[in-house]
């Protein structure tokens, strides 16, 4: 038998696709629309909130699910399905860059907070149940 000798197997060797360059921004088209990642579910689903504020069950799909990391927050392009409005599949994942620029092309609404998982808590409840006013204890 013999002896492994190095650090990791096949995959380790293979290497990492490390693509940094600039791609080309890719906006929505007829049947798909932008959302914004709300909570991961697992089993590669998420719920998210469309631009056109409907709450969805997304789907990711195959070619992105271990390559392309979706968080909470996230902008994210969706394909609608005709059969199923309340289901949509997670076609693109936006950089923050790019959701940026999305933003200022008008894409985007002006309230989106763009990957920011601090809007996800204002959009639920609005209020910060760890406030403590310090004035009350001084009187005691």
């Known amino acids: 038998m ?17 693509s940094d360059d ?4 890719i906006f929505k088209e007829d049947g798909q629309e932008y959302a914004q990642v709300l909570r991961m579910l697992g089993n590669g689903r998420l ?14 799909r195959g070619k992105m699910r271990k390559k392309v990391w979706v968080n909470t ?10 059969y199923q409005d309340e289901k949509a ?17 008008g894409e985007l609404p002006e309230n989106i907070r763009v990957n920011d998982t601090d809007a996800l808590n ?11 006013d310090f004035d009350d204890i001084s009187e005691i």
């Open 2 to 18: 013999p002896k492994n000798k190095g650090k990791g197997g096949k995959n380790r060797r293979r290497g990492k696709n490390d």
């Open 22 to 25: 600039k791609r080309e921004l």
């Open 47 to 60: 719920e998210a909130h469309c631009m056109d504020g409907v709450k969805r069950l997304c789907h990711i």
């Open 73 to 82: 927050g996230d902008i994210v392009l969706v394909g609608l399905r005709d």
């Open 89 to 105: 599949d997670v076609i693109l994942k936006y950089m923050a860059d790019e959701a940026r620029s999305l933003k200022a092309y």
């Open 122 to 132: 204002e959009e639920e409840g609005g209020e910060n149940d760890d406030y403590i």
